[in-house]
T-cell receptor, first 114, second 114 residues
Framework: QQQVKQSPQSLIVQKGGISIINCAYENTAFDYFPWYQQFPGKGPALLIAIRPDVSEKKEGRFTISFNKSAKQFSLHIMDSQPGDSATYFCAAGVGGTSYGKLTFGQGTILTVHP | ETGVTQTPRHLVMGMTNKKSLKCEQHLGHNAMYWYKQSAKKPLELMFVYNFKEQTENNSVPSRFSPECPNSSHLFLHLHTLQPEDSALYLC?????????????FGPGTRLTVL
């Protein structure tokens, strides 16, 4: 019940294309859904996050879509660039806790070809 | 130094050795975390310290022993490890006091147990 399932494991996209990564969860107590981006040799860094009171959040080329009834959320990267090549992790947590206890997905390795 | 730093960046140890990983955050945060990152697996939360008190131990074997002497420093003491403990160990920090606080990760220590 604590798992967050992420797909696909790897994704190859041409420059200018749309990258889509999907996540699903079971625990209805989750109410905070961040996405992290990790480059080789670096730790993950927060990319964008959403709370379930909205169905979509957009920041630049990055958009989170959230479907509360289906318990699914996804990351869309528009106009994908070679610099977006990285590993992306979705996560889920409970906002009401006093510290961040996140459950992470397995990660998606994104490669954007020039 | 800015952000979250970790030393050493790489560590090779035998199963009978004792070593320690160090994490330091320069962000004025009050919560610090240890995660284990293995290939093709989700990030696994190991320990959480919130205002220097351990608030989470995610069923981690006793061969891993955390220490948080103050809110800026976090250690992970290692002894009699197993080869399956080889992984990237990530430290993170957050402001503390909220489940939606952004977690800032260090670059990790790549541990190899022979």
């Amino acid at each position: 019940q604590q798992q967050v399932k992420q797909s696909p494991q790897s994704l190859i996209v041409q420059k200018g294309g749309i990258s889509i990564i999907n996540c699903a969860y079971e625990n209805t107590a989750f109410d905070y859904f961040p996405w992290y981006q990790q480059f080789p040799g670096k730790g993950p860094a927060l990319l964008i996050a959403i709370r379930p009171d909205v169905s979509e959040k957009k920041e630049g080329r990055f958009t989170i879509s959230f479907n509360k009834s289906a318990k699914q959320f996804s990351l869309h990267i528009m106009d994908s660039q070679p610099g977006d090549s990285a590993t992306y992790f979705c996560a889920a947590g409970v906002g009401g806790t006093s510290y961040g206890k996140l459950t992470f997905g397995q990660g998606t390795i994104l490669t954007v070809h020039p | 130094e800015t952000g979250v730093t970790q030393t050493p960046r790489h560590l090779v140890m035998g199963m009978t050795n004792k070593k320690s990983l160090k994490c330091e955050q320069h962000l004025g945060h009050n919560a610090m975390y240890w995660y284990k990152q293995s290939a093709k697996k989700p990030l696994e939360l190991m320990f959480v310290y919130n205002f220097k008190e351990q608030t989470e131990n995610n069923s981690v074997p006793s061969r891993f022993s955390p220490e948080c002497p103050n809110s800026s420093h976090l250690f992970l003491h290692l002894h009699t490890l197993q080869p399956e403990d080889s992984a990237l160990y990530l430290c993170a920090s957050s402001r503390g006091g909220g489940g939606t606080d952004t977690q800032y990760f260090g670059p990790g220590t790549r541990l190899t147990v022979l």
